[in-house]
């Protein structure tokens, strides 16, 4: 089937949608899956490189800026990533995607085309933080309406705020495409939603409060959408569930729980961030690198052998922040967690990918926070992630052949 393509104008959520349509993210069975510890697309193993943009609906409301959406979408289908993880929220605020409870603006909401990149999308439905919303915001809100709040862990609890982000989840998933006419919740571009990104529970690091969340918010998505895929959205800290594994911590937790929280039935994958430059700061790189290494074999045995679901590694990066960096720096790390992503996918089935923090267009300083790519300026790196993407799409190649 044809993509729609060159569509002269359009604003913002999902200017991602439907841009990454091609023939195979089209096709009536194209939804990816998952069968024990592997994704699968129409039936054979779906492997993977991707990349985070988070900012590309708060970027495509204005139109002198959508250029760059589609420029950062042909520059990744180039260097063969195929999976784009974004935010599908925008609280309050500046360019606000919901303005206030149930109130959206439906300039933000309408989709663009981009053209043919067959790249997939995971996508955030809030935030831990205040960045464009979340959290603070429903709390803001709440108390507002005049709801006794006695802080932002609340948001896990009230009543009242868990309806403001059930409205949300109900409305971004039913959302008509203004241009396609299908509901996101029906269209396979969409590989997952994520509940929220980066949970965290300061009055309970257990991981209770926030599995009670994820208990009730996680049947709630499938309710309304059974097809998408769903991850909690976590950076992969372990809780009290099996205190033995708080070893691989950096040191501290932050109220979630890898294990018990990825072991919620309508939860299809695990996810893990890593940040040893900020989790480990006063280490060395070797340090660091051999924390990252323990972080991804120990979630992976677990994400085999207890949880029996996928792992994704959904943010990884390295800063130019850092006293140390420099590109070689950055491209030796990221061949290192690369390295490591294709061998255990390879060894161990369970690994579906990596994404890496975070690719940006030209001109876009604004949004730099010492993590950003610009494909078309950072030669060296773009080697490293193409050489990734080979290396990925030739695993799947092989395991769909043994598998056929």
């Given at each position: ?345 390879r060894n161990g089935g369970a690994f579906g990918g990596g994404l890496v923090w975070q690719v940006l267009a030209e001109g876009m300083d604004s949004y730099k926070d010492g993590y950003g790519i610009v494909l078309s300026e950072d030669g060296s790196t773009r080697a490293v992630i193409s050489q990734q993407s080979n290396k990925m799409a030739s695993l799947e190649h092989a395991l769909s052949a043994h598998h056929g």
């Amino acid at each position: 089937m044809a993509c729609l393509r060159n569509f002269s104008c359009v604003l913002g959520l999902l200017v991602i949608v439907t841009s990454v349509c091609d023939a195979r993210v089209l096709s009536p069975s194209g939804f990816v899956q998952v069968r024990g510890t592997r994704f699968v697309l129409n039936g054979s193993p779906f492997l993977f490189n991707g990349f985070n943009s988070y900012w590309m609906m708060h970027v495509a409301v204005e139109p002198s800026d959508r250029t760059k959406v589609s420029s950062v979408f042909r520059e990744a289908s180039a260097a063969g990533l195929t999976v784009c993880r974004t935010w599908a929220f925008s609280d309050g605020g500046d360019r606000a995607l919901q303005v206030s409870p149930g109130v959206y603006d439906e300039r933000v909401f309408e989709v663009s085309t981009a053209g043919r990149h067959g790249i997939r999308l995971i996508l955030s439905l809030s935030n831990n933080y205040h960045d464009f919303g979340g959290r603070p915001q429903y709390i803001q809100w709440a108390r507002k309406a005049g709801v006794p709040i006695n802080n932002v862990d609340d948001f896990y609890t009230n009543a009242v705020i868990k309806g403001y982000y059930k409205n949300h989840v109900k409305r971004v998933l039913t959302r008509l495409n203004s241009i396609t006419r299908v509901a996101y919740r029906d269209d396979p571009t969409i590989m997952a939603w994520e509940l929220i990104n980066e949970p965290r529970c300061q009055v309970d690091y257990s991981g209770n409060t926030v599995n009670e969340w994820a208990q009730e918010m996680a049947p709630y998505v499938k309710s309304i959408d059974n097809k998408h895929l769903l991850g909690i959205g976590m950076e992969g800290f372990y809780g009290n569930f099996m205190p033995s594994r708080k070893q691989y911590n950096p040191g501290y937790q932050v109220g979630t729980d890898y294990i018990k929280n990825n072991l919620i039935r309508e939860i299809d994958f695990a996810t893990i961030h890593a940040y040893p430059d900020i989790w480990l700061s006063g280490e060395d790189e070797n340090a660091q690198t051999v924390f990252v290494d323990r972080w991804m074999e120990s979630h992976l045995a677990d994400a085999k052998t207890i949880i029996r679901k996928p792992l994704v590694f959904t943010e990884f990066g390295k800063s130019k922040n850092d006293p140390d960096y420099s590109p070689s720096v950055r491209d030796s790390y990221m061949n290192t967690v690369y390295s490591d992503i294709y061998n255990l996918a390879r060894n161990g089935g369970a690994f579906g990918g990596g994404l890496v923090w975070q690719v940006l267009a030209e001109g876009m300083d604004s949004y730099k926070d010492g993590y950003g790519i610009v494909l078309s300026e950072d030669g060296s790196t773009r080697a490293v992630i193409s050489q990734q993407s080979n290396k990925m799409a030739s695993l799947e190649h092989a395991l769909s052949a043994h598998h056929g």
